[in-house]
T-cell receptor
Framework: QKEVEQDPGPLSVPEGAIVSLNCTYS??????FMWYRQYSRKGPELLMY????GNKEDGRFTAQVDKSSKYISLFIRDSQPSDSATYLC????????????FGTGTRLQVTL | IAGITQAPTSQILAAGRRMTLRCTQD?????MYWYRQDLGLGLRLIHY???????GKGEVPDGYSVSRANTDDFPLTLASAVPSQTSVYFC???????????FGPGTRLLVL
């Protein structure tokens, strides 16, 4: 079993929809949680970074961490075609980049 | 500011050949990383360097070597390529091992 599980999708939604992307994990030591967005044939870029449990909001994006359930989510409100990308979750116990564990990514398609 | 550049963009390589993937950053970041990204497996760390002159092994280091002679450059060498090294390779950097990583555009490598 992988340490981090992420549904690969693809997930197709109409423009304006609320999108929920999720990851589950098994390592209870994870404390640092990140979401990356990766456009086709590009490198990943950091979207959200949270420490421990709780919510963090940045514009249309909200990251949520539930450590008791070992479950993290990324919500996208008012989704746009430009949000079409692969979304990767990543997490670590130490906050050190060399110890990051990535999910496999969920491909999102926002249609007009 | 270019950020991170990688070369080549793509390459087809015969098995058994030696290949060096180049990575250069102009952000004066101390830490640099090499990842490979494979379908269904996500991003996996190959090698990292927390500062010039030091390197460390990641999750999948076998068959790869790195050097960090200066701050800006972090080349990845495949001494004798094998088909299982067919992948997309991403270089990344961060100001410190605890800070946000910035990814390059990637090198697509096909080993035949």
């Amino acid at each position: 079993q992988k340490e981090v599980e992420q549904d690969p999708g693809p997930l197709s939604v109409p423009e304006g929809a609320i999108v929920s992307l999720n990851c589950t994990y098994s390592n209870s030591a994870f404390q640092y949680f990140m979401w990356y967005r990766q456009y086709s044939r590009k490198g990943p870029e950091l979207l959200m970074y949270t420490y421990s449990s709780g919510n963090k909001e940045d514009g249309r994006f909200t990251a949520q961490v539930d450590k008791s359930s070992k479950y993290i989510s990324l919500f996208i409100r008012d989704s746009q075609p430009s949000d079409s990308a692969t979304y990767l979750c990543a997490m670590s116990a130490s906050g050190t980049a060399s110890k990051l564990t990535f999910g496999t990514g969920t491909r999102l398609q926002v249609t007009l | 500011i270019a950020g991170i550049t990688q070369a080549p963009t793509s390459q087809i390589l015969a098995a058994g050949r030696r290949m060096t993937l180049r990575c250069t950053q102009d952000m004066r970041h101390n830490a640099m990383y090499w990842y490979r990204q494979d379908l269904g497996l996500g991003l996996r760390l190959i090698h990292y360097s927390n500062t010039a002159g030091t390197t460390g092994k990641g999750e999948v280091p076998d068959g790869y070597s790195v050097s960090r002679a200066n701050t800006d450059d972090f080349p990845l060498t495949l001494a004798s390529a094998v088909p299982s090294q067919t992948s997309v390779y991403f270089c990344a950097s961060s100001a410190s091992p605890q800070e946000t990583q910035y990814f390059g555009p990637g090198t697509r490598l096909l080993v035949l």
